[in-house]
């Protein structure tokens, strides 16, 4: 949308994310929703800012991909088991998960990998290829994240020398 209508990418992720959020509100409840408008903000906020202070350098397509799947993957994954998302795709690819009882990631793999195979229709193959890795590397962790089990640490409580 930014690129057609000149619009702020910021601006753009807000118009992307109403439709995802109004069926969100329906299907999750408000205070998920709430959770997932902030963490949309704080995206938005955050993008457009970047993009109009910085230059980022390109290091390497491979260091720069890598690194870019993992914080991606660690940052959805832990807004997941938190009772939020990071909006757009990731909000169908949850409401198919709990309803089919799938891990959230290998959903997100899917319907991104429908995307892709449309994109390669218009863009440069090599560039799907890149975004399938990222995909392959962030949708993992994303599982990993979400089905992690914390251990409770007794010693650490309040009450650890009490008999």
Do not use: E
């Not at 992720?13 to 509100?25: C, G, K, M, T």
């Not at 202070?53 to 690194?67: E, K, N, R, S, Y």
């Not at 990731?90 to 959903?107: E, H, N, Q, R, T």
Request: with cysteine.
């Amino acid at each position: 949308m930014n690129h057609w209508f000149h619009l702020s990418l910021g601006f753009s992720l807000w118009l992307a994310n109403i439709v995802f959020l109004i069926f969100a509100l329906q299907y999750f409840g408000f205070t998920w929703t709430i959770r997932t408008i902030f963490s949309v903000a704080v995206t938005s906020t955050t993008v457009t800012l970047v993009t109009s202070q910085f230059t980022l350098p390109h290091v390497h397509i491979g260091i720069d991909m890598i690194a870019g799947s993992l914080l991606f993957g660690i940052g959805v994954g832990l807004l997941i088991r938190s009772g939020a998302s990071s909006g757009g795709m990731v909000i169908p690819a949850l409401m198919i998960a709990k309803y089919k009882k799938w891990s959230p990631g290998k959903v997100m793999m899917m319907i991104n990998m429908l995307i892709f195979l449309l994109t390669a229709l218009i863009i440069d193959y090599k560039i799907v290829i890149f975004a399938i890795i990222c995909q392959l590397i962030s949708t993992n962790i994303i599982d990993y994240l979400y089905t992690l089990k914390f251990h409770h640490l007794t010693f650490l409580s309040a009450n650890w020398r009490k008999k």
